[in-house]
């Protein structure tokens, strides 16, 4: 594939994101969606942002795979895209109980590019730690009265 084949599906794909229900489903999956156990993660599955958590998780592992089949490259992917890792944060301390439930693909492809790519471990568990002040600061805010 070329440089500007590949160019052109990283275009495609942020294009995808800015989409006016991608955009609510991926703010959701940033700000509300803060999962402890398993059972936050099927509870949202189920309830009414179900829609939003699948399609926040099967677009970012469906944009990995691209990297996978090599339609993009893992570096032009990385070096354009970071949200994949964030997705992956918020699920990957639960997926082994997740699979046998939601099915064994359960994120596979980000974990897959997570595993290749260099320092993409420590990225993920300073993201986690990053959202943990995110929340802190959401709430704060939430808590302020409007003056």
């Known amino acids: 594939m070329s440089k500007q084949d590949e160019a052109s599906l990283i275009l495609r794909l942020y294009e995808l994101r800015r989409e006016e229900v ?14 402890e156990s398993r059972a936050d993660i099927e509870n949202a599955m189920y309830g009414e942002h179900g829609s939003y958590l699948r399609m926040v998780t099967s677009y970012w592992d469906m944009a990995a795979a691209l990297v996978h ?5 893992a570096e032009l992917f ?34 897959k590019l997570v595993s290749v790519t260099p320092g993409a471990k420590e990225r993920v568990a300073g993201i986690r730690e990053r959202m943990k002040v995110v929340r802190a600061e959401i709430a704060a805010r939430q808590a302020k009265p409007v003056a």
């Open 22 to 35: 991608m955009r609510k489903a991926r703010d959701w999956y940033v700000r509300e969606f803060h999962p």
């Open 69 to 73: 089949h090599e339609a993009i490259s």
């Open 78 to 111: 990385n070096d354009t895209n970071g949200e994949h890792l964030l997705v992956y944060s918020k699920l990957e301390p639960f997926l082994a109980e997740l699979r046998p439930v939601l099915g064994p693909g359960l994120l596979a492809n980000i974990e």
